[in-house]
């Protein structure tokens, strides 16, 4: 069984940077599958980040993507987002996720961690 | 990017009912890749229906799935207490997206 779980502040200044890491167990990220950044605003919907494959092939959100970074860590089997510049329009639930491709539904999930954007 | 417009935003149902959610895309999903997900207050979204009628694991048959093209059908046989929760689709046949989610509530 799949098991992810999110860490990392939360808190982050505006115009900072927001850095999570997803640690991935019961499976390993070098064996395949695509691990994603899904976010939501308190109350609101869901938001996809990006993707990213074990090679470190990644797919972003075309309305974030200038400002977004992930990256994988096979040797710590985890997985991480960077999102900079960010303002309180950023503050959500940030869930980890894989999916067995890029066209796959994302069938585990972390339990989420809040981050708050506020000085 | 694809829009998912989901209806109605909330149903008032009784435990026995039968819920019938709609999601509607803005262009066509390819291959049918729309997924269903559940979401209960404070939890993660559970995978429900991927390829717009095929249920996730451990599933139960209550929970069907139908539709193509741009118009999907989320359809519960008989609400039980623990089916009130959030409801959103997603397509994932290209850069991924949500709908905005349905409520289904207690009557």
């Known amino acids: 069984q799949v098991q992810l779980q999110e860490s990392g502040p939360g808190l982050v200044k505006p115009s900072e940077t927001l850095s999570l890491t997803c640690a991935v167990s019961g499976y390993s990220i070098s064996s395949g599958y695509y691990w994603g950044w899904i976010r939501q605003p308190p109350g609101k919907g869901l938001e996809w980040i990006g993707s990213?494959?074990?090679?470190?092939?990644?797919y972003y959100n075309p309305s974030l993507k200038s400002r977004v970074t992930i990256s994988v860590d096979t040797s710590k089997n985890q997985f991480s987002l960077k999102l900079s510049s960010v303002t309180a329009a950023d503050t959500a639930v940030y869930y980890c996720a894989s999916s067995s491709s890029m066209v796959a539904p994302f069938d585990y999930w972390g339990q989420g961690t809040l981050v708050t954007v506020s000085s | 990017e694809i829009v998912l417009t989901q209806s109605p935003g909330t149903l008032s149902l009784s435990p026995g009912e039968r819920a019938t959610l709609s999601c509607r895309a803005s262009q066509s999903v390819s291959s049918s890749y729309l997924a269903w997900y559940q979401q209960k207050p404070g939890q993660a979204p559970r995978l429900l229906i991927y390829?717009?009628?095929s249920r996730a694991t451990g599933i139960p048959d209550r929970f069907s799935g139908s539709g193509s093209g741009t118009d999907f059908t989320l359809t519960i046989s008989r609400l039980e207490p623990e089916d009130f929760a959030v409801y959103y689709c997603?397509?994932?046949?290209?850069?991924?997206?949500f709908g905005q989610g349905t409520k289904v509530e207690i009557k």
């Open positions: 390829g717009a009628s």
């Open positions: 990213i494959y074990h090679s470190g092939s990644t």
């Open positions: 997603q397509q994932y046949g290209s850069s991924p997206t």
